[in-house]
Every structure is written in C-alpha cells, then in structure tokens.
C-alpha cells in the first residue's frame, strides 16, 4: 500500500510574533521552525501501519513551502517515511486551505494512494480544511479528529474526539483519509542511525506553478496582534516578593485563606 | 443578508451551542432559518424555519449523509451564510460544504469587523482577518465566541427532510470516558499544570501547590495526552469544564480549548514565563517567572497562613 502523509512547517507558537511589511502574515525571520505538531501524530500513524503490514508499503511524505520546509520533511523521513515529496512555493501563505488541498490533489490524483493522513489542522493558520478538501477533491472518504486508528483486512475502525471527553467510533474502508488530532500515538524520536539514513532517502521538488491550476476562494487581508484586553495584571519581580504579592491578592480577592 | 444555521445534536439531545450561531445571527442583524439533523422531539427554542432529518434514521455521524442533507435544502434556500460551530462537528462537515459548493470556508470565526472575518492564528497570538472571494461562504464560530444575551425563545416551523443516500463511513457508536478519580466542576480551587512545567516528574510541585491551597490538581491536555496526569483531570473542551473559585495556571499558554474550559472561573491566577501567551486574556493575575521557583515559593507560604 501506498500511504500519503502531509505535513506543513510552522513557527515555535512560543515565538514572540510580528507582523510583516505588507500586514497579512507574521514575519517569518527570527522564528524557530519545526514540524506542525499535529503532522507528527500523521507521520508516527503511518510508520506504525509500515511497521504492521510491512511487505511493500511505501510512506510519502509530502510538504507545501519554501526550502526550509525540508527540515521538517527531514524529520519525517528520519522517524521512518520512505520518500519526501516537496512542492516548492516561496509563498504558500498567501494561499488559502482550498489553493493547498489543491495542489496536493493534482500531485495525488492518479497516484493511488491508499491511505492519506494529515494533521487535523496547522498551529500557526489553524483551519482544519485542508485534510478534508483534499479528501473530497479525491473522491475519497474522510474522518476528522482521529485519537485512534485500526487497520483490519483493508477497513480502519478509527476514534473520533469529540467534547466533553467522548469519542465517536467509525469504520471506513480504505482507500481513505483521516486527520490526526494530539493524543493518536507517541511520535517517535529520531534516532541518530536513522538520521543519517534519512540523508540517502529520495526528496524530489516539484514547483508549485505546475501544480496550481485553481484561485483563492478567501483572502487574508490583514493580519494584527490581538486587542489587549488590559484588565489583568501583570507581575514581574523577584520570586518571593511576587509570591508575597500573589498572596495579598489572593487575600483581597478569594476566600481561600478564609 | 440570509444565515443558514446549523445545529447540533448528541445522542438525541440538542447542544446549547447551537444558540451560539443564533447569537451570531442576531448580531448581524441576518434572517435566519436552522438546519439539524436530530431529534423532532427535542427541537430547538427559535423562531424561524427549521428543516429537521431525523438522527435515527441518519446517524449523528455520517458525514456524506449530512452533506446530501445540507445541500437538499441549499437547493431550497439560498442563503449569504451558512453558519457552524468549530466544534468536531462543525469542522468535519463544514469543508465538506465548502467544497461541494466551491465557495469560502472560513474557520473559528471570533468576530466581524467591517466585513472581515477575524479568525485567531499561532495559538490566539494573532488575528487574521478574512474576506471571503464568494458570494457564499461557510463560516464555523469559536466555542464561546458569541453568545445569546437572554434565554433561548420560540418555536420553530419544522419541515421534515428526507434524502437516500449511501454512505461509505459507518458510525458504530459513541465510547464515554471512564470516570476518573477526581470531578473536577465541583472543585472550589483548581492548580492546573501545564507543558511549560516541562517533566512529569514536576507534576508534584504543583500538586504541592494545590494542596498547600486546598484545591485540586488540574492538568492541560499536551500534559495528559504526555500521560503525566490522568484524564479525568483535563480541562478543556475534550476534558472538563470547570469553574472553580480560583483557577491556578502552572505553565499554561492558554490554548483556545482549554481558556473554553476555564474561562467562567471566579479569579484566574496564570504563572507563565511568557508574558504574552494568550493565558493573559483571561488571567486576572499573571505572575511572569519560572513556574518551578514560583509555584513551591507560594506554596509554602501558603501553607504557613492558617485556613
């Protein structure tokens, strides 16, 4: 079986963020970037279900950007994806989650992919579309939100989360994709061996342009630090002195120490 | 302008944050009609048209029936919104739709400004704001976003909806947590612990300081999901919503599901070593430093105040 996993490289979300000259994206200098966590759980999904079907399954794993992207893709082929796919785009976020699914379903289509996992959404955009549309451009069926997988006899029977502590159990023949949300699995961590061997596997780039044949149906027109709501307050300072000060509000305030 | 809504139902019953896309309607002073699939005997208070499927004949979760039932009354309506929650509903089904119609998906809407959607990106340290290119669009609102000032009123003219549809999913029931040690919504003082306390073995630092304030351990969910805490202990929308009379937050940024399950604390202390992680917006108290030099230092003089 072939197995498709998409990943994407976002900030460190501890960043501290700017927004950029033209103020529709953050500036992406100065900022740590890593795989999107999400995609972990995407790529640790797959290498389990190599790991359980062995034989010929093959891992794609695949990944919209500029070259930095590569280091999350390096990742990826270091905790056990076979090949990376990269599709170069200096300006992937100036497109919308229906221009990405897009691109990715023009590489995909025809390639007989058998299973597809994504994360359920990005950390720094945070849709939660791109799975989905991709899914449908595919023809494919979809199931969100997955905090657990089972392969038997070419069917997944997968967890759904849902609020309040509950899960939705549902079972899918393959071909099929799903979106992987925290709590799947343990991504695993690289190991040195495997991130040297992970230097020979095959990383192809293809360029964007040759992929993209569909307009943005929304657009982001600005991008701006929240509104301070300023009612809290802030405490900065030695630690005892901040824990006498947190005790002497918490005295005002609640009625703990009553 | 015309809202398409869509509610939402759980095992037969229908889910109060169905009103919160009737708030957002009213906030934009649209005409409303609701879309659900459900129960007909548990309709929901709102004055308006509502094409109703019946649940049990197509399962609360079936998301290419749900999709042939959406667009059976698209074909009736035609509508400038359809309207979502960002809930694990909401978000599965919503692209679906986008895309069948071809048109704009914009995702955990927190509010409109002069025709712009404003949606929250790297973990609510941003807003982005978005137009949409169609002249539809599907739009899904974060959990608490937008509210009812009042109590929900009125009485829906339900027109019963009926498609056949083959589904290639099948929804083969719900699992429920199992009941954990500890219930959190009656706990007085929560100290929760979060990623930024960096190792499971420093989760007894801040049940240290939990104790030392009378309260319970609480935990975020990357803490929970890394197993240092168990589950019953989780607040957020996937775990518990609590409103305690403290909240104490140890190390939490303040990701958007879990400020939805504490948000509705009496007083909100957060110890973050980042001063503007988004726990701010809700903290009444953030106290910037290490959580691991702050949280035993109160803890112990906490516990030398007599209760």
Redesign the interface.
């Known amino acids: 079986m072939k197995i498709l996993v998409c990943v994407k490289q976002v900030?460190d979300?501890?960043?501290?963020?700017r927004?950029s000259a033209a103020g529709t994206w953050?500036e992406t200098t100065d900022l740590a970037w890593r795989m999107n966590e999400y995609d972990e759980f995407a790529v640790e999904q797959a290498v389990q279900i190599k790991e359980q079907l062995g034989g010929d399954t093959e891992i794609t794993v695949l990944s919209v950007g500029p070259d930095r992207v590569k280091e999350a893709m390096k990742k990826a082929l270091a905790m056990g994806a076979d090949r990376g796919v990269h599709i170069q785009d200096a300006a992937n976020h100036e497109k919308?989650?229906?221009e990405i699914a897009s691109i990715i379903a023009e590489y995909a289509s025809g390639q007989n992919f058998g299973l597809i996992l994504t994360g359920?959404?990005s950390?720094?955009?945070?849709?939660?579309?791109v799975g989905?549309?991709l899914a449908?451009?595919l023809k494919l069926?979809?199931?969100?939100?997955i905090v657990g997988f089972s392969l038997e006899n070419g069917t997944a029977?997968v967890?759904?989360?849902?609020?309040?502590?509950?899960?939705?159990?549902?079972?899918?023949?393959l071909p099929?994709l799903f979106t992987c949300q925290?709590?799947l699995n343990t991504p695993r961590y690289p190991t040195l061996p495997n991130i040297m061997k992970a230097k020979k596997k095959e990383l192809a780039t293809l360029a964007v342009a040759d992929l993209l044949k569909v307009?943005?149906?929304?657009?982001?027109?600005?991008?701006?630090?929240?509104e301070k709501?300023g009612?809290?307050?802030?405490?900065?300072g030695e630690?005892?002195e901040?824990?006498?000060r947190?005790?002497g509000?918490?005295k005002e305030?609640?009625?703990?120490?009553? | 302008m015309k809202a398409l809504l869509v509610g939402e139902y759980r095992e037969g019953k229908l889910l109060g944050s169905t009103y919160e896309t009737v708030a957002f309607a009213e906030k934009l002073g649209a005409k409303a009609m609701m879309f659900a699939i459900g129960n007909p005997d548990d309709p929901p208070h709102f004055d308006g048209k509502l094409y109703l499927a019946d649940a049990a004949q197509y399962g609360e979760y079936n998301p290419e029936a749900h999709l042939a039932l959406l667009q059976e009354v698209l074909r009736k309506e035609q509508p400038d919104l359809v309207v979502l929650c960002h809930s694990s509903y909401g978000w599965d089904l919503a692209p679906r739709l986008a895309l069948a119609l071809t048109v704009a998906q914009i995702s955990e809407v927190i509010d409109v400004q002069d025709g712009l959607y404003i949606v929250p990106a790297c973990n609510s340290k941003l807003r982005r704001k978005v137009k949409p290119n169609s002249n539809l669009a599907v739009v899904t609102l974060q959990s608490g976003a937008f509210g009812l000032t009042g109590e929900p009123s009125g009485t829906p003219n339900i027109e019963m909806i009926e498609i056949s549809v083959e589904s290639r999913t099948e929804f083969a029931g719900y699992e429920v947590a199992e009941k954990g040690e500890v219930d959190l919504s009656r706990a007085e003082v929560i100290v929760s612990a979060g990623r930024g306390i960096g190792r499971p073995e420093n989760v007894e630092i801040i049940a240290g300081l939990a104790r030392a304030l009378h309260g319970e351990l609480g935990a975020s969910r990357p803490v929970v999901d890394s197993g240092w805490v168990e589950h019953s202990r989780q607040v957020g929308t996937t775990g518990q919503t609590v409103a305690p009379k403290l909240y104490v937050a140890c190390g939490i940024s303040g990701a958007i599901q879990h400020l939805a399950g504490m948000k509705k604390s009496g007083f909100v202390v957060a110890i973050n070593k980042d001063k503007d992680a988004p726990i701010g917006e809700v903290a009444d108290v953030l106290v910037v430093a290490d959580v691991l030099q702050f949280a035993p230092a109160l803890a112990a003089k906490a516990a030398s105040l007599a209760h």
């Open positions: 900030p979300m501890e960043s501290r963020f927004i953050y919308d989650s229906f359920m959404q950390q720094d955009r945070g849709s939660a579309q989905v549309l449908g451009m069926p979809a199931v969100t939100t029977t967890r759904r989360e849902l609020e309040g502590g509950m899960k939705a159990v549902v079972k899918v023949p099929a925290l709590g307009e943005a149906l929304s657009v982001t027109e600005k991008m701006a630090l929240p709501k009612s809290g307050l802030i405490l900065e630690i005892g901040l824990a006498d947190v005790i509000i918490l305030k609640t009625a703990v120490f009553k």
